[in-house]
């Protein structure tokens, strides 16, 4: 691993301002992304700022909203009584996601931000890969391809987002706040994220330097059904080849709010509007159901490793919403 200089953030705006201030900075939170990067050669940053003393941590209540301070670890925040009660396809995405000792280290700002499983991306031997620099191909859409992308992925990049937990609350419309230099901005989940084009380096919003402070979680209201159902080669320790988060309000027995994300499939966290509009005042059963996974798995961009992905999808989707309803 190249040297680098490390500094330990005593307060918000000292690590905004020195991150802001030098264009070689990252943050680390609980380095389980960050530090393997390095170690392989894909991040050489000139310096780390530390963040995990910034009190950031722990997940509050105010009225219908959730707030969750971004070092608070996968493991807390499935701990959490009400992410328990008002949120279960939220638990299960984080308790799906990783081992518990990762959990423990690995934070809830760092989840949203970590970078793609490709392993083109993360082998610096491999000279084609748009992400890590633009311009110079992508080796995946001719390589082995197994855990890529079908939706918002073309010629230039089809990398998964890998985060379980984003697929729940691109779901639930999170928000997340963010401090920069010139102050605190908050970020609906669904317009922090960006789909690759000819861009793939540029993944989300974030100017350079802006800390993710907190997330903000809407409670879906009481009696709203949800589930997370991940699909992938071993049952634990792996990432998704497919995932579906949905939360479905049910009311005389057609559903009357439907909230659906799919993830495994989406160079981001895939927000499945397509879906939902089939699925408010349906009612519940096969048919609806197929309905929506038909909806929403429209215009896929396979390769030949990812081709399986486009049936896998919908019927992870169709089962999700049969274990809500059932
Ligand atoms: P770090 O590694 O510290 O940081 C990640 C990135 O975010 C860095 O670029 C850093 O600069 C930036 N950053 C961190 N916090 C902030 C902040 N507050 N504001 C701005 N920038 C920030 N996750 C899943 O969802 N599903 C899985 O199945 C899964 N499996 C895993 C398997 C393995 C083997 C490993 C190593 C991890 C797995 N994870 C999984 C966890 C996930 O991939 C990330 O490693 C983890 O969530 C990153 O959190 P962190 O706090 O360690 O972030
Ligand atoms: Fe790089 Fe994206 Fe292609 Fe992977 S899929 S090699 S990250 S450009």
């Known amino acids: 691993m190249r040297e680098f200089e490390y500094v330990r953030a005593a307060e918000v705006g000292q690590a905004v301002a020195t991150v802001t201030g030098d ?67 939220v638990r299960e995405a984080l308790l799906l996601g990783a081992s518990v000792q990762l959990r423990n280290m690995a934070t809830i700002g760092g989840n949203l931000l970590q970078r793609t499983r490709c392993r083109y991306f993360r082998d610096p031997a491999v000279p084609a890969c748009n992400k890590r620099r633009r311009g110079t191909g992508c080796a995946a859409v001719t390589g082995a391809a197994r855990m890529h992308a079908i939706l918002g992925a073309d010629e230039h990049c089809i990398a ?52 993710i402070v907190a997330v903000d979680i809407p409670l879906p209201p009481r009696g709203t059904r949800s589930s997370y159902l991940k699909v992938r080669d ?40 397509e879906a939902e509009e089939v699925l408010r005042g349906a009612p519940p059963g096969q048919a609806t159901f197929r309905a929506a996974a038909e909806a929403t798995v429209r215009d896929p961009y396979t390769v030949p490793g990812t081709a399986f992905k486009v049936e896998l999808a919908k019927r992870t989707l169709v089962r999700a919403l049969r274990t809500v309803a059932s």
């Not at 890998?162 to 901005?185: C, F, K, N, Q, Y």
Request: aromatic share 6%.
């Open 160 to 211: 998964v987002h890998a985060s379980d937990l984003a697929v729940p609350l691109v779901a639930l419309d999170a928000i997340v706040r963010v401090r920069g230099a010139g102050g605190e901005r908050s970020v609906p989940l669904t317009d922090f994220y960006l789909v690759p084009g000819d861009t793939p380096d540029v993944e989300n919003v974030l100017a350079h330097g802006e800390l």
């Open 234 to 273: 071993r049952a634990s320790y792996e990432f998704a080849l497919t995932s579906a988060g949905v939360a479905i309000t049910f009311d005389d027995g057609v559903i009357r709010e439907a909230r659906v994300a799919l993830g495994g499939v989406g160079t981001v966290p895939w927000r499945a509007r």
């Open 23 to 89: 264009p070689r900075a990252s943050y680390l939170a609980g380095g389980t992304t960050q530090l393997d990067l390095m170690k392989d050669g894909v991040l050489e940053p000139d310096m780390l700022v530390d963040i995990t003393r910034l009190p950031l941590s722990g997940v509050s209540r105010d009225g219908d909203t959730l707030r969750v301070g971004a070092l608070t670890t996968m493991e807390e925040l499935a701990a959490d009584a009400t992410v328990a009660e008002r949120l279960p396809f």
